[in-house]
């Protein structure tokens, strides 16, 4: 399969040339970061049930990937330190091999039916602290590993892209039924035998053992 190759007479290599595309932000906006929550942001990450966490390698290359826990999850040690559970899931531990190499990670907080978001910047620690981990439990079993992290900058985010997405009208939603499920697409990837999915057969069967 041929990889497309962008035109290099459009390829922007400058930061100037950004500028010049999109222009300059208000002051207030270029400013708007502080490197410690206050108590309306920390109220906002805690009503969060899901967030979006990304990672780098030593390398530079970058993953980014879904956490998701009841709203009050993430807990706060300080205005300055949040600390996240990584539960035990598919064990590619990909953002915990990152962060081993390289501990700078960006959170996006988004709650639902919220059209705003919340992002943190930081240097992460991954830990085995015992306390840490019961204190993060859920449905009685400890964190795998509790991940710290010390804060760097913390900011808001307007609500244009989940408007422009229409991400929280109902209206505007597929019909889950003609999404391709997990199982199909892995099987498509690998050249694998398509799952059997006719009524009742979409489900896969993780979604039994979340904790």
């Not at 996006?108 to 943190?120: A, I, W, Y």
């Not at 019961?134 to 079993?141: E, P």
């Not at 889950?176 to 059997?196: C, F, R, S, V």
Request: charged share 25%.
């Amino acid at each position: 399969m041929m990889s497309y190759i962008p035109a290099p007479e459009h390829i922007l290599t400058a930061e100037q040339e950004l500028v010049d595309i999109l222009g300059t932000p208000s002051p207030l906006i270029a400013d708007k970061a502080t490197p410690f929550v206050t108590p309306l942001v920390q109220e906002f990450i805690l009503s969060s049930p899901y967030f979006l966490l990304a990672t780098a390698a030593s390398n530079g290359s970058c993953d980014c990937t879904p956490r998701g826990d009841p709203a009050g999850a993430v807990l706060f040690l300080d205005e300055r330190t949040l600390v996240f559970a990584d539960r035990r899931g598919n064990r590619r531990v990909d953002s915990m091999r990152n962060m081993l190499q390289n501990p700078h990670v960006g959170m996006l907080f988004l709650v639902p039916g919220t059209d705003e978001t919340v992002r943190v910047n930081g240097r992460a620690t991954i830990s085995r602290d015992p306390e840490l981990r019961d204190r993060l439990s859920m449905q009685g079993k400890p964190a795998e590993l509790a991940v710290i992290v010390a804060i760097d900058e913390v900011f808001t985010h307007c609500a244009r892209s989940i408007l422009r997405s229409k991400l929280w009208q109902p209206e505007s939603w597929p019909d889950t039924d003609t999404i391709p499920t997990l199982a199909a697409m892995m099987a498509e990837q690998k050249n694998l035998q398509a799952p059997d999915e006719s009524a009742g057969k979409r489900n896969e069967d993780y979604r039994a053992v979340l904790y």
